[in-house]
Nanobody
Framework: QVQLVESGGGLVQAGGSLRLSCAASGLTFGTYAMGWFRQAPGKEREFVATITWSGGTTYYADSVKGRFTISRDNAKNMVYLQMNSLKPEDTAVYYC??????????????????WGQGTQVTVSS
């Protein structure tokens, strides 16, 4: 059974930082691209960041570029999202996801095969 479990969410003031973690099990982690998505109440799930299976390439949504950093540790089956300079509009449930696609950078919800249950991030003004 594939499991992706997010952690590290919480309440933070605007301008602060959080690091989200995603622990994967039940899959060959190093063969999957990994991504982070987020969803605010009443909004569609949106792409945040992705990292290729080797960790050699990353891609970010314009809204978080320069503030967020995605990374992975294949030896530990972990993916991370370092979030700096947080803004109230970053408030959302953040989801970790895994994709089998290897030939191109994946940043669409429909291209991901496995999802975690999410972790809440709340940024106060």
């Amino acid at each position: 059974q594939v499991q992706l479990v997010e952690s590290g969410g919480g309440l933070v003031q605007a301008g602060g930082s959080l690091r989200l973690s995603c622990a994967a099990s039940g899959l060959t982690f190093g063969t999957y691209a990994m991504g982070w998505f987020r969803q605010a109440p009443g909004k569609e799930r949106e792409f945040v960041a992705t990292i290729t299976w080797s960790g050699g390439t990353t891609y970010y949504a314009d809204s978080v570029k320069g503030r967020f950093t995605i990374s992975r540790d294949n030896a530990k089956n972990m993916v991370y999202l370092q979030m700096n300079s947080l803004k109230p509009e970053d408030t959302a449930v953040y989801y970790c996801a895994a994709s089998r696609i290897r030939s191109y950078i994946v940043h669409d919800v429909g291209e991901y095969d496995h999802w975690g249950q999410g972790t809440q991030v709340t940024v106060s003004s």
